[in-house]
Nanobody
Framework: QVQLVESGGGLVQPGGSTRLSCTGS????????MNWFRQAPGKEREFVST????????FYADSVRLRFTASRDNANNKAYLQMNNLKPDDTAVYYC????????????WGQGTQVTVSS
């Protein structure tokens, strides 16, 4: 059974940092481009970042560039999203997703983890 499981969400103060993890089971993450998306209350899900199979290329949404850093540890079947200088607008459920063909069509999704930025 293929699973992606996110962890690391929670309540963070504005300006603070947190790191999300995505752990894969039943699949080899090294065979997938790894992506992060988020969905804020009342809004559609939006793209956050995508990282190539080897991790040498990463693209970010303009709203998070220079504040968020995506990475991956293929040896341990994990992906990460380091989030710095968080803002209330970053409040959302964050999802990791695996894209085997790196074509923007996700093959697998995690269940999501809540990040709330509030004082």
């Amino acid at each position: 059974q293929v699973q992606l499981v996110e962890s690391g969400g929670g309540l963070v103060q504005p300006g603070g940092s947190t790191r999300l993890s995505c752990t894969g089971s039943g699949l080899t993450l090294a065979e997938y481009a790894m992506n992060w998306f988020r969905q804020a209350p009342g809004k559609e899900r939006e793209f956050v970042s995508t990282t190539s199979w080897s991790g040498d290329k990463t693209f970010y949404a303009d709203s998070v560039r220079l504040r968020f850093t995506a990475s991956r540890d293929n040896a341990n079947n994990k992906a990460y999203l380091q989030m710095n200088n968080l803002k209330p607008d970053d409040t959302a459920v964050y999802y990791c997703a695996a894209d085997r063909d790196d074509n923007g069509l996700m093959d697998y999704w995690g269940q999501g983890t809540q990040v709330t930025v509030s004082s």
